[in-house]
């Protein structure tokens, strides 16, 4: 599992060690660890690090001073290594040495370093780290903006992103590779700061660190959460999800959610709604009910609100009455935002929302007496947005987006690394609802069958698309599940090829 820590308990660890260890330990491991990818990069692209042009574009702070080490480091190694001094009077004075003693050469001129860094092999970014906020300022926007041949590097984080959110106020430089030190930062996971990190190397430099706020689930936890049958298992042990879709208007809402309820570990799925001749016909495994939620019979779980139309403000109230879990998506939403938060209060069975940024600006008009936010503004903050939300109904929230994001009331909160942007299709999220109520009705926690059905969902959809990538229907992204789930026990177990090629 990837673990993120904000900026203020990285620092706090980073001082609690230091006044264990000599002057400048930490930040020799740093530049290390960072000379040390750097190399491989290098040898990887060119063969070797002998004569590689490496532009260092150092900013002020102990950023630049990884940086300057780190070049220091490969021009003993025979690499032509030019620093660039972004902030002169505020170089940091070790790394400054330590570069020129290793024959390195130092610039202040922009015109002269701009030069180098479009021609260069590898550019150390070292502009801004961890504790910078804001776009790029106005010397340090031409290298955002510059055409480069190699490869860019970020030093613990890409200069322009935000450490903590991943928000970009204005512009930043994308990196290829960025190598972080100690903890992943949240920026580096979520959406839109994650869109400029590239690969990320995590580099261990001994911090003690308390429990991360966030995480990002990978290959090994995924498969430790499925649920599995055992031998004395029924279609009824293993849960029955119950699925409360579609309408007149939008029938296949329901067929989606159904199919991807169908893969999600659940024994059975039981559907109210105006579709079920249609589900019937494509899924006769399905079990169909007269009616609406309060009278389907038992389930360990409910989902709401798929295509609904207007019938999903009596299936939601019946839902939330119930006293099992209940996942509320699109219609349901929509009906949701209207009530407000009051409509979950009282509630003691786990509610799941799953809302895209223009729900969740439905959602949050009004709350707390804000001004209504718009789906652009909650688009650049997403991890706000998803606690915010999490907190004001006091529910699991499922962001969807370019990064997903699922937070809890108590501030947790996971990111999904898997996914596509073929994804961004009609239905993908139907079948993403189905999947999570299954595994809610399979007995796993909300927040993970949220943050599983998410990865789950993401690798179905890389599937289904194939490489390079080509346009995919919902439907194919449901068929893809069991391959993916397959995968994923397979890599976990090291009982198969353990591809993870989604």
């Given at each position: 599992m990837r673990r993120a820590h904000r900026v203020e308990e990285v620092r706090a660890a980073e001082a609690e060690l230091m006044a264990r260890l000599p002057g400048g330990t930490l930040m020799q491991r740093a530049a290390a660890g960072l000379a040390a990818t750097c190399a491989r990069l290098l040898v990887r692209r060119r063969g070797r690090v002998y004569g590689s042009r490496v532009v260092v574009l150092a900013g002020s702070g102990d950023n630049g001073g990884d940086a300057l080490y780190a070049g220091a480091a490969l021009a003993r190694r025979g690499a032509r290594v030019t620093a660039v001094l972004l902030a002169p009077e505020h170089a940091h004075p070790g790394g400054l040495a330590a570069l020129r003693a290793a024959r390195g050469r130092v610039v202040a001129e922009q015109e002269a370093g701009l030069a180098g860094f479009t021609r260069a092999d590898l550019v150390l970014d070292g502009i801004v780290g961890i504790g910078g906020r804001g776009g790029l300022r106005p010397s340090a926007l031409p290298y955002a903006r510059a055409p480069r041949t190699g490869l860019?590097?970020?030093?613990d984080l890409p200069s322009g992103v935000d450490a903590d959110t991943g928000e970009v106020a204005g512009e930043a430089l994308r990196a290829d590779v960025t190598v972080c030190f100690g903890t992943y930062k949240p920026g580096l996971l979520i959406d839109p700061g994650?869109?400029?990190a590239g690969v990320v190397h995590l580099v261990g430099i001994g911090l003690e660190l308390p429990v991360a706020g966030v995480e990002a689930l990978q290959h090994a936890e995924v498969a430790e959460l499925l649920p599995l049958p055992q031998a004395e298992s029924d279609k009824y042990r293993r849960g029955v999800v119950g699925v409360a879709a579609g309408s007149a208007t939008y029938p296949g809402a329901a067929l989606l959610a159904v199919a991807g309820a169908l893969r999600g570990g659940a024994g059975?799925?039981?559907?109210?709604?105006t579709a079920a001749e249609e589900v019937v016909r494509r899924f006769p495994e399905a079990l169909v009910t007269a009616g609406g939620p309060a009278g389907a019979g038992r389930v360990q779980a409910w989902v709401v609100g798929p295509g609904g139309g207007e019938g999903a403000r009596q299936a939601l109230a019946e839902a939330l009455a119930s006293d099992v879990p209940v996942l509320v998506d699109a219609d349901g939403l929509t009906e949701l935002g209207r009530l407000g938060p009051r409509a979950l209060a009282g509630r003691t069975a786990p509610t799941l929302l799953t809302p895209h940024?223009?729900?969740?600006?439905?959602?949050?008009?009004?709350?707390?007496?804000?001004?209504?936010?718009?789906?652009?503004?909650?688009?650049?903050?997403?991890?706000?947005?998803?606690?915010?939300?999490?907190?004001?109904?006091?529910?699991?929230?499922l962001l969807k987006g370019s990064t997903t994001v699922v937070a809890d009331p108590g501030g947790t909160a996971r990111v999904n690394p898997t996914g596509t942007s073929w994804l961004a299709t009609a239905g993908s999220g139907d079948v993403l609802a189905g999947l999570a109520g299954s595994l809610l009705a399979a007995g796993l926690p909300v927040l993970d069958a949220a943050a599983v059905a998410a990865y789950l969902h993401g690798l179905a959809g890389r599937h289904a698309a194939g490489e390079p990538g080509a346009p995919v229907t919902a439907l194919e992204v449901a068929a893809a599940l069991p391959a993916v789930w397959q995968d994923v026990r397979e890599s976990a177990e090291g009982s198969g090829p353990g591809r993870n090629r989604w």
């Open positions: 860019v590097v970020a030093v994650a869109s400029y059975a799925v039981r559907y109210v709604g940024t223009g729900e969740a600006a439905r959602l949050l008009a009004g709350v707390d007496g804000t001004p209504p936010p718009s789906a652009a503004e909650l688009a650049g903050a997403r991890l706000a947005t998803a606690r915010r939300l999490a907190a004001a109904y006091r529910a699991t929230v």
